[in-house]
């Protein structure tokens, strides 16, 4: 158990429709991160909070929108949804801000399915 | 960031040594070499980490030249266990520098 719990595990939806995506670090960890992992695809960064605020921006498009609140869980809403947005969905939390190679703890998973 | 270059797959035999090797030409001053692991469907989970020369801990041991130009992660003995993708990352103090993965080598253990 890495500490990192990410809610739901899994969900199915419409094309269309809109969901968010819940993560709670460990405790103690500043920073979340928030990745999307297609079938035999590798993890893409998405974006990363450090503090409640914005620290890093990746490949998130901009259907995609994320933050984190003042007790540092994070939140990932993916609106307007389409078929390819179905994958697995990963959180990682760390304590620092994820420079010099700071060790990253990640959730299972939520697995997204767009039908 | 620096860009990272790995095999894309490794194949391997139970109980032998395997080395995968990672390439960072353009790594920084300040910048640390990870390496994790991730199973399918799970999350990756870190390995090890080093800034030069060599670390080890419990589950391998990871091999930094002078130059820095690449890294080696050193799993001995493997088991059919060890079957995952293995990724390395390079990371410095630069603002806003995240945990960018890049493909990653799948090792395939078999008996």
């Known amino acids: 158990d890495s500490g990192v719990t990410q809610t739901p595990k899994h969900l199915i939806t419409a094309t269309g429709q809109r969901v968010t995506l819940r993560c709670s670090p460990r405790s103690g960890d500043l920073s979340v991160y928030w990745y999307q992992q297609s079938l035999d695809q590798g993890l893409q960064f998405l974006i990363q909070y450090y503090n409640g605020e914005e620290r890093a921006k990746g490949n998130i498009l901009e259907r995609f929108s994320a933050q984190q609140f003042p007790d540092l869980h994070s939140e990932l809403n993916l609106s307007s949804l389409e078929l390819g947005d179905s994958a697995l969905y990963f959180c990682?939390?760390?304590?620092?801000?994820?420079?010099?190679?700071?060790?990253?703890?990640f959730g299972q998973g939520t697995r997204l399915t767009v039908v | 960031l620096a860009k990272t270059t790995q095999p894309i797959s490794m194949d391997s035999y139970e109980g032998q040594e395997v080395n995968i090797t990672c390439s960072h030409n353009?790594?920084?001053?300040?910048?640390?070499i990870t390496w994790y692991q991730q199973f399918p469907s799970q999350g990756p989970r870190f390995i090890i980490q080093?800034?030069?020369t060599k670390v080890t801990n419990e589950v391998a041991s990871l091999f930094i030249p002078a130059d820095r130009k690449s890294s080696t992660l050193s799993l001995p003995r493997v088991s059919l266990s060890d079957t995952a993708v293995y990724y390395c990352l390079v990371a410095g103090n630069q603002a806003g520098t995240a945990l960018i993965f890049g493909k990653g080598t799948t090792l395939s253990v078999s008996s």
């Open positions: 353009n790594i920084a001053t300040n910048d640390y």
């Open positions: 990682a939390s760390s304590v620092g801000t994820g420079n010099l190679g700071t060790e990253a703890f």
């Open positions: 080093g800034y030069k």
